[in-house]
Every structure is written in C-alpha cells, then in structure tokens.
C-alpha cells in the first residue's frame, strides 16, 4: 500500500484514522483516576445547596477573611446604592418623579430596618453568602399611609426549599421550589412560611409552603450556566481554603501558647529523695519543685534540671500563608488587599493594575445583575403603583426610561485622573454627562446646584478663581462688577472672597 493510499484511508475514517489527542480527555496513567460524573450545575445544587449554604454562613460569622471578603464585595458591588437618573424629557415631571423616588426610598423596606439603598447592600451580601437571594414586592393599603403603597420583602435562600422537585397539581413542572409552565417560564415560588434554622419562630403550620406568584417576586442570582436555576454562593470556591487555613491557624496560636509556657523537667537517681531540697505535692500526690527568681539552688548529687523548648512556628509560616491567602484572593476574585487588609507588598502601580480588572468584574456584576435584577424591576413597579394610587400623574410607559448610576469609584491618582477625563471632553472622546455620570451623581443634579451656587455668589458679590487668571466655569458670577454700594465684592485677607485680578487691571 503507496503512502498515498494510506493517507485517503486515514482520511475516510479506516483502522488508520488520525485520532484527536486532547490531553485532558485522555485516560493514561496521569488521568486514570480523574472521572468526574457530567452534571448539570442544577443538579449540582439540589444535591449541595443545603450543606452548602450552611456552611458559608457558617464562615462568614466565624471566619475574620470571609467576614471581610463579604464586607469588602457588598461595599464595592453596591456602596452607598445604585441610584436612578430619569431620562424624561419634561424637566417638571422628571423633577417631580425624582423627588417622589428619593422620599419612597425611606419606606420601601418592609421591616422598617433600612433603606431602598440598604436593602441592596443586604441583596449583595446575600448573593456573596448564599448566591441568591429573594425580594417578594408586598403591596400595602392606602390607610398605611405610604407615598406610594409598595414596599419590599427580603427573603433569604433558605426559605425555598432545595428538595422540592415534584409535578405540582395543573401540570406545571416545580424545580427546586420554582414553579414552570410548559414552555419554561417561572410562574410561581413555593416559599416557606417560616426560615427552616429559626429555632424562635415555632409552630405547626400546614401547608408548609405557600403559593407565591412569580410576577410578585425577584430572584437576584449571578447566573453561571445556561440554564441555572438557583444561585450558587460567591465564596463556594473558597471555602474549603479558608476552612482548613482557620484550622491550621488555631493550631498555630496553640502551639505558641504551649511554647510560652515556662516548665522544667528534675531528673534524679534515688526517687526518695526530696527535689532541690524540698518538695509539695500537687493535687495528683505528684511532687513539684518551685523556682523563684533571683534563686541559686544548689542540686543535691544525682538531680539534674532540662527546660522544655517547643518547636516554634517556623520560617515557611509567613510564606505559606501569604500563597494560600492569594489562592483564596483569586477563588472570591477579589483583591488581596480587600481580603486581609495587607498591602505591605503592593505600590501604586500594582494597586491601579489589580483595581482596575476588579473595577471591571465589579461593573459586570452590578449592570448585569443587580440593575438588570432588582433595579429596573423595582422601579417598573413602583412607576405602576404610583400612577395607580394618585401619587403621580403621568403614563407609566412616558415615565418608565431611566438609567441607573452605581456608586463612584474613588480616584487611584485624583489629580492624573481628572486631568485625563478634562483632555477627554475637550477632545470630544467622552461627554460632561458620562464624566459627572462616573462620579456616582446625576448630572442634572450636579447642573442645579451649579446654577444655584452661582446666583448666591452672584447676589453676594463674589468672585472664586480655579486657577491664576481664569474664573470658575459653571459657577462662574457673570462678568459684570456687583455694585460696590452693596457692600460685597471687597478683598479680604484670606481670599475667601477676592475681586477678580482681570477686573482690577481695567
């Protein structure tokens, strides 16, 4: 057979086929024992969730790492909240919706304990420790006395029931305590009525779960997979290292302990004999020899003293933490620094490097998860229940487009920073609105409080300067000089108020 006809057989898929040699679905001797079962991540978390769930709440309470990991991802996802700029035309109707909004926020936590914009930082937590978490929208009777008479439940991971799997009565399918029609869509939540590790809330109730629609609920989860169902808890991948370096660090503290303890050991050759001269006996009827300081005991023959010296810590010690913590870091994907608070070995350069990819994570989670999740069904929401009880007069459809600002980043370089984002709007790279957008307020906002400060100075008399020869811009007085009989406008010695030096040249 010609090395022509060899290569068509191999071509046609005969005894002599050219094989795909992809190393990791090989089974030689390196992989013999690497047989993971093909499971779909639901599957994954029906089976776990439970033990799973309990043991990350478990450390974040117990563990100081995981406690701060946690602080660190709710502080940086959500920080002082993700906040709604409307983009309605009609400045008088935006102006009333945002003010209505903002006084909303105050009432919209059903238990009164926090905030609209607290209770996205408690939804951040929870994603962090549980991977989802429930908001049930609860309308409330006009006697309530709300703005406007909607108000938000937070339900935790626990209170839908991992194993409830079955066929509910009308044929829908029920998956993990979430109900499906035929075509695939959520129609129900089968929730608890009571939190299944509250040993205060007793009492028999049947049925256990109640009904609940799924137009009435939000399910705020990362999803993974195509698919998923049900969240997966944010520390999942690093909760086996955090949970065997808590140990390996107790035994540490334990070791040291041990070695600060200050004991000696008298060998001697007649046994009946009192030790160094005298002796007490302990509670055992063993004897104890006593050593006070400043002493010179002088050991009869026979007696010789060893002091005990534990083994200490070790030189590796620091090192080996240093690599687990950063295996840790990269499993939260969070930054080391945020994690254990340690930037001994970090400059700026590594700082802005690792903050901007974290910045950049953090910027997915909050657009596509939390906005996309919580904000704008909440605010579709409440726009329908405002309309409806009186307190605002518009069509929701008109009302509904707004976007929705995260939180500022703090600057890295505050200087380098604004001097790049100033370059940027002169070059027409970027717009004023997306620059003051960035900083976490609405640029409208900003506008306002420019144009007010602006007529108190202007009514004051008083000029400000951002740089030699330049006066401020937005809030800039207009070039006219006030009247000198007002009595303004005069220099004072700590240039808090100070004429304008083009002014005092003409």
């Known amino acids: 057979m010609g090395l022509f006809d060899r290569f068509r057989r191999r071509a046609a898929g005969g005894p002599a086929a050219v094989r795909a040699r992809l190393e990791g679905a090989m089974a030689k001797r390196r992989l013999r024992g690497w047989n993971p079962p093909l499971e779909n991540i639901n599957a994954l978390v029906a089976s776990g969730g439970p033990r799973l769930l309990a043991r990350s709440r478990e450390l974040v309470v117990t563990n100081g790492y995981a406690a701060n990991a946690c602080e660190a991802f709710a502080a940086n996802l959500v920080g002082d909240g993700i906040k709604p700029s409307s983009l309605i035309g009609d400045a008088d109707l935006r102006d009333r919706v945002q003010r209505l909004w903002l006084a909303w926020t105050d009432e919209a936590d059903a238990d009164g304990l926090t905030d609209f914009y607290g209770l996205q930082a408690m939804v951040a937590r929870e994603m962090f420790v549980a991977g989802e978490c429930f908001v049930r929208l609860r309308p409330r009777r006009a006697e309530d006395g709300l703005l406007v008479p909607l108000q938000l439940q937070l339900l935790q991971s626990e209170m839908l029931p991992f194993e409830k799997t079955e066929t509910a009565a009308n044929g829908n399918r029920i998956r993990c305590g979430i109900e499906f029609d035929a075509i695939g869509r959520r129609v129900a939540y089968h929730f608890r009525r009571r939190h299944p590790g509250d040993s205060t809330d007793q009492g028999a109730v049947i049925p256990e779960t109640v009904r609940v629609p799924a137009a009435d609920v939000l399910h705020i989860y990362r999803p993974i997979d195509a698919g998923q169902i049900r969240g997966l808890p944010h520390i999942a991948p690093a909760m086996v290292r955090l949970f065997l370096l808590d140990q390996y660090d107790d035994a540490e503290l334990d070791r040291k302990k041990t070695a600060a303890m200050f004991a000696g050991f008298i060998t001697k050759t007649a046994p009946e004999e009192p030790m160094m001269g005298e002796a007490e006996a302990d509670l055992d009827g063993a004897a104890i020899a006593s050593l006070e300081p400043g002493t ?113 980043w703090d600057w890295v370089d505050p200087l380098k920073d604004i001097q790049a984002q100033v370059l940027a709007m002169e070059a027409g790279i970027t717009s004023r609105r997306k620059v003051v957008e960035a900083t976490g307020y609405d640029i409208e906002e900003v506008d306002r409080e420019n144009a007010a400060d602006a007529a108190r100075a202007t009514g004051l008399g008083l000029r400000y300067r951002t740089s030699p020869g330049e006066t401020q811009g937005a809030r800039a007085t207009p070039a006219t000089r006030p009247d000198p009989a007002a009595g303004a406008g005069n220099d004072t010695d700590d240039g808090a108020a100070a004429t304008d030096p083009a002014t005092e040249q003409e």
């Not at 969070?334 to 340690?342: A, F, I, K, Q, R």
């Not at 970090?346 to 904000?375: P, W």
């Open 296 to 408: 010179m005991q002088v050991l009869l023959p026979g007696e010789d003293v060893k002091f005990s010296s534990p083994a200490d810590v070790g030189g590796g010690y620091e090192a080996f933490q240093y690599r687990t913590l950063l295996a840790v870091s990269a499993s939260l994907g969070l930054p080391y620094h945020l994690v254990t608070g340690d930037v001994r070995q970090a400059n700026y350069s590594s700082l802005r490097a690792e903050l901007v990819e974290f910045r950049r994570r953090i910027g997915q989670l909050q657009h596509g998860v939390i906005v996309h999740q919580l904000c704008r069904a909440v605010w579709q929401r409440w726009l329908e229940t405002a309309v409806l009880a009186g307190a605002l007069d518009a069509d929701p459809a008109t009302v509904r487009p707004v976007q929705w600002i995260p939180p500022r």
